[in-house]
């Protein structure tokens, strides 16, 4: 997975970093073991996470990572490219809005296996991660099909 350019702030690397234990669990570049979960994903989270995914399911913290761990290694092929990072908003309470594209190759679960989704994710202060950030909310919603139709997927 690459970004299109050279990000240097932690909530870039916090989208990055949680992207690429995505791409390694569903290819299977990582055990489906409770310790690896518990260090890399569900530690990012708050405890109330929530994400509305691009055909609207809403899905909240325990919703998600049920039925992702049967998809540990399922799909040797998958593959993210994290785009177009930018921060959207910093409010004085420790929050902060962050807006990117994902784009996927070979998704199984997905409408078009070649799609591509903008996101908004709202991070929270938290000085326990490695980051100093947790995901508190994400909404996700599908790029139009001529900008996907655009993209060679060659990364």
Not at 24 to 33: F, P
Request: with cysteine.
């Amino acid at each position: 997975m690459f970004a299109d350019k050279v990000y240097d702030s932690m909530a870039a690397r916090e989208i990055l970093g949680l992207h690429k234990f995505l791409e390694d669990w569903l290819t299977g570049r990582c055990a489906n073991e409770d310790e690896v979960r518990s260090a890399r994903p569900l530690s990012r989270f708050t405890d109330d996470f929530h994400i509305t995914l691009p055909a609207g399911a809403l899905l909240s913290g325990g919703g998600l990572w049920k039925p992702l761990r049967a998809e540990n290694g399922r799909n040797p092929t998958f593959k993210i490219n994290i785009k177009a990072i930018d921060q959207a908003a910093r409010l004085r309470n420790g929050v902060s809005v962050w807006t990117y594209e994902e784009w996927q190759l070979n998704a199984l679960n997905a409408s078009r296996p070649g799609n591509g989704r903008e996101a908004s994710v709202v991070f929270v202060e938290d000085p326990t991660t490695a980051t100093g950030l947790k995901w508190a909310h994400v909404h996700e919603t599908w790029l139009p099909a001529e900008t996907i139709a655009a993209d060679a997927f060659d990364w």
